[in-house]
């Protein structure tokens, strides 16, 4: 019996410790280069909060678990920082972008926030399909295929770091509507995409 404390003491840490993080998305396709946490990406892995996406000469497809779908296209760092979505309660989806080109198709849900936020920029939608892109000089380029996007520019501070402070919000209800969002200017007014423009970021999206 004198192993009876140490059994219970084991009981109770395992009741104390923190349950598991359930997945939010699943990786449905993968192509060339993607990885997180320094591991390869693979066709059915189970993604959670936190992750870090990185692509090289590649891509990958998610669906989460609302039934949105996202493409990480090539040369590209996303973050998933916040995912919640049940039936009774509204979603709550935050992504962070800070380089490279994302596709989504978000699916409708009653309520929440869809957002993603780049180094410039913060996008908001509920349910819609539309394309993200970071350059290298952190600007912020945003193509809306079907439903309507709101585009909040922000200025980043010295470092690339993300300001809360909103400069101009611009809306794109209509296919092809673009707006594009830099450091120190802000968005511009909506213009339409190229047809040439329009296909040159779906091909790097494709699979």
Known sequence: MRNVPWILAIALAACAAPALAAPVCEVVAVKGEANAAGQALAVGQQLEVGVEIHTGAGRVRLRFSDGSMLV???HSVLRVARF???PDK???ASLELDVGLIGQQVAKH???SWEVR???AVTA???TEFMVEVGDDLAT???VQSGEVKVEAVQSAAGGTRSLHPRSIVTLAHTDDGT???PTQGCSTVKTWTPDRVKAAQDRLAF
Do not use: F, I, M
């Open 72 to 74: 990480v296209g090539d």
């Open 84 to 86: 919640e979505s049940g």
């Open 90 to 92: 509204p979603r709550d």
């Open 110 to 112: 009653p309520g929440g």
């Open 118 to 120: 780049t180094p410039t």
């Open 125 to 127: 939608v509920r349910g």
């Open 141 to 143: 380029a945003v193509n």
């Open 180 to 182: 594009s969002c830099s």
